[in-house]
């Protein structure tokens, strides 16, 4: 097996380990950037106090009170000093996109839960383009419409399709695949992964062809290259009478059985309003031996397309249930005869409903990774959680609810999410963290402003009182406004295990 290394990681990880075993700062002599008067804090050590934090090529070489002689000085008071906010499922892969992430805080977003297929182009046309580090997972559904031959060239436009076999064009979508279609699925995954991609991404409710023994086959297929895999459970309606509790229980036999690293998306949307059992579910599997992580966004609401297979049981619902969508390019709220045009037509679609009550509870769970779940601003507008995410936990949550420590939050943002991928990317070792030696992705907010201010409404709205955002020391963002022209974003690739 062949894996591709992360540019710029051999020196950084170096010099991460050879310094942050060290009790005090090493004696620097000049530096690049000088932080001075911010609250440092730290998830990992706990550090929290008023120290000023050295940049050098890119890496934080001090922290400490002493003022070394500095190219470029930056006055924090009054700031938080933090690691970057790392966003492990970010659909919003684009320029536009990236810049509301940097806006918010986030210096490394990744699309893990479905991932993208073929990873090495994705890759490839990411090189010296991004304003943040960026990631991908290899996609279980992209792979699934090749392997049953629905692609059968590439342009320079894109995918070229033809109905593929069955007469139709979305019969990877819905059907079973045969001996061969699952192999050549299994080879082209594991493709995928040998060009450098941090797991398998599966959608699964929106395959719902998929069975149960070829997620359990590619559970073992990923095990056996040690890659951990990312999954939007299937629908809790394509299980008898098992509720919300049996699609977890699906992934989790399958990652006991296998001994697959499992990190479940968007729990609070897949488990409404069984989160606490859920949530024990999973707590107990973690306490028997199963690598299991989960994540979520902090809305009541979900944002999907209306033509996917998650919308296929709407036909005469009632009144309510319509009234509950709301249509992302208008803000309009459904009906039946408006749910039947869009649905033909294509687009983003909200799904009011879930209780506030339970959503601050997930929310207040310190092991409940922070992820954005955001979708693309390229298209127009979005879900405001892909603009005002990080800075919402920040702001409401943690300062107005007081349900978590600000410690806390920062860790489910930055600690937590780095360590879920670094056993398949070292470089990750070096992020999540203000130490000596790890990269100088940093993010500096004031604590008492910040808050989102995007809405359903109006859902592309800038955070506010995220005043500086560094990526391996360059600012993406300065004195509260986007730096323009400036691409320091590097790839999060799979290493070797």
Avoid at 8 to 25: D, N
Avoid at 181 to 186: A, D, I, P, S
Avoid at 226 to 251: K, N, W, Y
Avoid at 331 to 359: C, D, K, M, P
Wanted: hydrophobic share 40%; aromatic share 8%; proline share 4%.
């Amino acid at each position: 097996m062949r894996w591709r290394k992360a540019v710029g990681w051999t020196t950084a990880g170096v010099l991460f380990l050879a310094l942050t075993g060290c009790g005090t700062s090493p004696v620097v002599d000049s530096v690049d950037l000088l932080i001075t008067g911010g609250r440092v804090m730290d998830p990992e050590t706990g550090l929290d106090a008023v120290r000023n934090v050295a940049v050098r090529e890119g890496i934080i070489v001090s922290i400490d009170e002493r003022l070394p002689e500095s190219l470029e000085t930056l006055d924090a008071s009054g700031l938080v000093v933090a690691p970057g906010f790392i966003d492990l499922h970010a659909h919003g892969q684009d320029a536009e996109s990236r810049r509301y992430k940097a806006r918010d805080g986030v210096t490394s977003s990744m699309e893990l839960e479905i991932g993208v297929h073929p990873i090495d182009a994705w890759y490839a046309a990411q090189d010296g383009q991004s304003l943040i580090h960026y990631g991908a997972s290899v996609s279980h559904q992209g792979a699934r419409r090749e392997a049953f031959g629905t692609i059968v060239a590439q342009s320079a436009g894109g995918p070229t399709f033809t109905l593929g076999r069955g007469g139709s064009s979305d019969a990877y979508l819905y059907e079973e695949a045969s001996e061969e279609e699952l192999r050549h699925l299994t080879l082209l995954l594991e493709s995928g992964l040998d060009q450098g991609g941090l797991g398998i991404g599966f959608g699964i409710s929106y395959t719902p062809g998929a069975s149960h023994e070829e997620l359990w086959h590619l559970f073992a297929a990923a095990a056996d290259r040690q890659a951990p895999v990312f999954i939007h459970l299937r629908s809790a309606a394509a299980f008898t009478s098992g509720g919300s509790i049996a699609p977890f229980q699906e992934v989790l036999a399958n990652a006991v059985s296998t001994g697959v690293s499992l990190h479940i998306v968007h729990m609070n949307s897949s488990a409404g309003e069984s989160a606490p059992s859920i949530l024990e579910l999973i707590r107990g599997a973690r306490a028997n031996g199963v690598d299991v992580t989960t994540e979520a966004y902090p809305y009541t609401a979900s944002a999907s397309r209306i033509e996917s297979a998650l919308f296929d049981g709407w036909v005469g619902r009632s009144e309510a249930d319509y009234e509950r969508l709301q249509w992302v390019a208008t803000g309009e709220r459904l009906v039946e005869s408006t749910f039947a045009r869009y649905r033909e037509q294509g687009g983003w679609v909200i799904t009011h409903g879930r209780s506030e009550a339970t959503n601050e509870w997930i929310v207040s769970q310190p092991d409940v990774i922070v992820a954005s779940d955001g979708i693309p601003f390229s298209e127009g507008r979005s879900h405001p959680r892909g603009a005002g995410t990080f800075a919402r936990v920040l702001g409401f949550y943690v300062r107005e609810r007081g349900v978590l420590s600000l410690m806390d939050g920062l860790r489910k943002m930055t600690l937590l999410p780095a360590k879920r991928l670094e056993a398949v990317a070292p470089q990750m070792t070096s992020k999540g963290r203000v130490q000596i030696g790890a990269d100088a992705d940093l993010t500096l907010f004031n604590p008492d402003q910040v808050i989102d201010l995007a809405t359903y409404d109006a859902p592309d709205r800038y955070s506010e009182g995220i005043q500086h955002v560094l990526v391996s020391g360059t600012f993406v963002v300065r004195d509260g406004e986007l730096v323009e022209n400036v691409a320091p974003g590097r790839a999060i690739i799979a290493l070797s295990p």
